[in-house]
């Protein structure tokens, strides 16, 4: 008999006390199921005040990590463990060490979007929704090493007039916008806001009329009195937007190569409603951290929650 996965993983979450959390960029059957939907930064902010004895992330390795970090007694899983991220990977915690002995001068600023081991050598950390305002709070004249998102540390240098140093890492899914084709759907449909993540290549923020987190670009969507936009982020978020405001209408920015559906995160979609329920029934695969990393890692995931 098939398994009815709604039914069967609501059964569980109750049984287990359990907590599904979703990241926007999930499929929108575990979008729906979630008990809770946000980007990084609402991620972060809800695991720290959970009191369900499992926490299910759905989304990549790193964000079951934050949570696993600010909950060492609860139990964390993810559906898929190979939900990795091609923007955390290019950030390697060895080659990162190296980099910051060079610049013990500097603050270290690393995006959420980094693995345990890299947030250990972290000062703060930083989502995009909150990076801006927390880089502002510090000194003008602080050296600050920003990693690994270039893209983002570059907008953030152009939009407060830092210098921060930025390592050389990026997003697979962001950096492939096609700038000529979104060109051609602005001509198209001149009426259109184009908007995009801070993850996307300069000449794509460029062009756009709003550039945010995923949160605020959902915002945005909400709150314009327009109704078209194109849209250069993670295509999952429109399953929100639509559902936010279903009369507008939301046009994925596409990727250079047409053959993929790269503006979909490979990762992401790694999650499937069967794998959630198999990961709530036989509580794994299950987020697992060395502890002396664990206790270095929470310092600066706390200094952001405080600044945020
Ligand atoms: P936000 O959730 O902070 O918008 O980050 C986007 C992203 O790429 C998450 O993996
Ligand atoms: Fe990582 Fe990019 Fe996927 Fe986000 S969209 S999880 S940054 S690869």
Sequence with gaps: ?????????????KEKNAVIMAHYYQ????QDIADFVGDSLALAQQAEKTVADVIVLCGVHFMGETAKILNP????????????????????ADEFGEFVKQHPDHTVITYVNTTAAVKALAD????STNAKKIIEQLPENEKIIFAPDKNLGDYINSTTGRKMLLWNGACHVHEQFSLEKLLKLKAQYPDAKVIAHPECKKPVLLVADFVGSTQALLNFTS????????????????????KTNPHKKYIPVPPDDSTCVCNEC???????????YNCLKNETPEIIIDEQIRTK??????????MS
């Design 297 to 306: 890692a929470v310092k600066p995931i706390l200094r952001m929650l405080e």
């Design 223 to 242: 709150q314009s009195s327009n109704n078209l936009f194109l849209v250069a982020t993670e295509s999952g978020i429109l399953h929100q937007m639509q």
């Design 73 to 92: 007694t609860r139990k964390v899983l993810i559906p898929d463990e190979n939900a990795g991220c091609s923007l955390a990977d290019s950030c390697p």
């Design 124 to 127: 703060i950390t930083v989502t």
């Design 266 to 276: 490979n990762f992401m979609r790694l999650n499937t409603l069967e794998k959630l």
């Design 27 to 30: 499929i929108p059957e575990i």
């Design 1 to 13: 008999m098939q398994t009815n996965y709604t039914e069967a993983i609501n059964t569980l979450r």
